[in-house]
């Protein structure tokens, strides 16, 4: 009996100092990774990423201290008229061939409301590496009745520069805005 005991005390204690990690990937029929800006000053034009991944790791149902990494192909690039897409994939942009994947993977999370936070992270977007802060808004979880999973919603907005990432340098902000806002929406499974 105090064998089996000292074995209990020794795996409870063991496991109180053990987090469980929660590992939780994009749906991709129900995700979507945009983007939106300005042209002549007048008219906003958005686009989308269609292949892209993202893993959000978390040992707390809340998510206040997730780990967030994203992976997007650049040539998937979507704004609805393939002139423009090719346009954005050349060096003039993008330079899809030269810089494949745009990487982000955060280093800080901070609550800021109810379910909301703010997501600081490094953004590898044509070859340059900038510090970046989103909102991040978690929608909450349910277990989505189709295939008996947790699902848990997100969405993810925030402003980055082109400039910063050299891109499209010879097309001034009065042409096509600095400002590129974003708005990511996404549903993760675990």
Known sequence: MKRLSLILFAFLSLTA??????????????SQLGFTVKHLGIS???????????????????FS???????????????????RDN?????????????PTMNFKST????????TYKLAGNLTLNGVTK??????????????AMNKKQTAGFQVTGTIKRSDFN???????????????IKADGEFIQ
């Open 17 to 30: 100092f053990t987090t469980l990690n929660s590992v939780w990937t994009n749906d991709d029929a129900h």
């Open 167 to 181: 891109l499209g340098s010879g097309f001034p902000a009065p042409m096509i805005s600095d400002e590129v806002r």
């Open 87 to 99: 346009h954005l994939k050349s060096p003039d942009f993008f330079n899809a061939e030269k810089y």
């Open 131 to 144: 510090p970046v802060t989103v909102d991040m808004k978690y929608n909450g979880t349910v277990e989505n």
């Open 108 to 115: 800080s999370i901070k609550k800021a409301g109810k379910d």
């Open 44 to 62: 906003d034009i958005s686009g989308t990423f269609d292949d892209f991944d993202v893993k959000i790791t978390s040992t707390k149902p809340d």
């Open 65 to 83: 201290d997730a780990v967030v990494e994203l992976t997007a192909k650049t040539a998937s690039i979507n704004t609805r008229v393939t002139d």
